[in-house]
């Protein structure tokens, strides 16, 4: 795995402490289990668990599942097993927190000082998150890896509105 930073203090002087099982589904509803770390930042003294790259806290399908959904156009016909109320709340889920998102991109680019000109004319929220992360598969990934790193990954489940999805 890549270097774990300790989201609340930045240090990498992480011990590993534990593990537990993590489920998740992938587009045909097929079962994988994943075990996850469970770590110990030596500087600050919290627990935090290894995020795997492919999955969003709290979602029972794997990312990519997620964001065909939300960025779905309406023309592409969907090839994933899974019922209409849960590609309804993925996309509640996202438009609830999409801003948010743009929003926590944009202010780490600046802070990187990585900002850019955005694109001109009125663009939708998902182009703004694309401007940062890119659209190629494994955008809804990116973010959530770096508003994790960045500490700004909201972490309570109600705060999600969603419930476990
Ligand atoms: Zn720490």
């Not at 994943?34 to 969003?56: M, T």
């Not at 509640?92 to 991109?105: D, E, I, P, Q, T």
């Not at 600046?110 to 940062?132: D, K």
Request: charge should be positive.
């Amino acid at each position: 795995m890549e270097q774990f930073l300790c989201p609340c203090c930045r240090s990498n002087r992480m011990k590993v402490v534990g593990s537990r099982p993590r489920k998740y589904l992938q587009e045909d509803a097929s079962q994988v289990i994943l075990i996850i770390r469970r770590l110990r930042c030596l500087e600050c003294n919290k627990i935090h668990h290894e995020l795997p790259d492919i999955l969003v806290p709290y979602k029972r399908y794997k990312s990519e599942c997620i964001e065909t959904v939300v960025a779905e156009d309406n023309n592409t016909p969907l090839a994933i097993a899974c019922d209409e109320s849960t590609l309804y709340r993925w996309k509640k889920w996202f438009n609830s927190l999409s801003r948010y998102f743009a929003g926590c991109l944009q202010s780490i680019a600046i802070q990187l000082g990585r900002e850019t000109e955005e694109a001109s004319g009125p663009i939708s929220v998902l182009h703004r998150i694309w401007f940062y992360v890119g659209e190629a598969p494994g955008w809804l990934a990116r973010i959530v890896h770096t508003l994790v790193n960045w500490n700004l990954w909201v972490q309570t489940r109600s705060a999600f509105l969603s419930g476990y999805a």
